[in-house]
């Protein structure tokens, strides 16, 4: 880790921005989280005078970012389809292509009163989350093998909803995909982002991806095992007509579409996110 140096004269905002090597937008994160202000306080207190120990704290997650540990982790927070998620080492970070995801769960809930809706793996609990707070009378069920993931998407669940919603709390339960659900349940959208990536895939040693937890990045094998599985055991779990949604890696979109129409799934398609990249892939079970 790089030495942190000691500030020797008073010490403002603009000074450690201008000084700092990170991207800017990073350094403003960093900085409005270690003095708890606005981003818009930055400009209008940017040449006040900093407390040592306030400098020390951002020279501290400075040097650590530049050692590549992701922002949202130093922070612990991460935005989320509005919303501001906790985030730790134990959890895949949301990313902004995932609300793709939420928004076509959504457009295919919009006319389904009281809808059930099956998160499997849910990490943090975003996408369930999210969902929940865009449908309150949404019955949600999120799962997750990894009981520390289920311990921070308890706490965002329990922090970012309304404990009086009409669908009533996020239903989180530790199980490794259907294995420890109800069996009697029935579902009208199942969505997932689960691990996707190939076991040899090089990015699993770059940037952000070194920090988060293996199991929720990849299958370690050839990144469609843990899809393979969901999009089996979704016909049993879906109500007639019902809808499954898979997040995939930006090549695996034929392959995916494949999956479902040998499960009989009707009306397969898959949605490009912002980055014209097929993020998302989902079909219908025929009625």
Do not use: C
């Not at 985030?87 to 295919?108: F, G, K, Q, S, W």
């Not at 879906?238 to 009707?266: C, K, M, P, T």
């Amino acid at each position: 880790m790089p030495a942190i140096p000691t500030p020797t004269t008073p010490t403002t905002p603009a000074a450690l921005l201008r000084a700092s090597p990170l991207p800017l937008l990073e350094a403003r994160i960093l900085l409005t989280h270690v003095l708890g202000w606005r981003h818009t306080q930055l400009i209008t207190r940017g040449d006040e005078p900093l407390e040592r120990t306030s400098v020390e704290r951002y020279q501290a997650l400075e040097a650590r970012r530049i050692a590549g540990e992701p922002v949202a982790q130093l922070v612990g927070a991460r935005e989320f389809f509005g919303l501001d998620f906790e985030v730790t080492p134990h959890v895949l970070i949301p990313r902004p292509e995932t609300e793709l995801l939420v928004e076509t769960a959504l457009a295919t809930l919009e006319h389904i009163s009281r809808p059930r809706v099956l998160d499997l793996g849910t990490g943090t609990g975003a996408i369930a989350v999210a969902i929940a707070s865009m449908r309150p009378d949404a019955r949600v069920w999120a799962l997750d093998r990894s009981a520390e993931a289920l311990a921070v998407a308890t706490r965002n669940a329990a922090r970012l909803l309304d404990a009086k919603r009409p669908g009533g709390a996020v239903a989180l339960t530790r199980s490794d995909w259907y294995d420890s659900l109800d069996a009697t349940l029935r579902f009208d959208v199942i969505v997932s982002n689960p691990p996707y990536i190939a076991s040899g895939d090089p990015h699993l040693a770059q940037g952000d991806l070194r920090f988060e937890p293996r199991g929720a990045l990849t299958d370690e094998a050839d990144g469609l095992s843990a899809i393979r599985e969901i999009v089996a055991g979704a016909p049993a779990r879906l109500v007639s007509n019902g809808v499954l949604w898979i997040e995939h890696g930006y090549d695996q979109a034929e392959a995916v579409r494949a999956l479902f129409s040998a499960q009989g799934f009707a009306q397969v398609r898959s949605a490009r996110d912002l980055a014209g990249i097929e993020r998302i892939s989902g079909g219908r079970l025929a009625g």
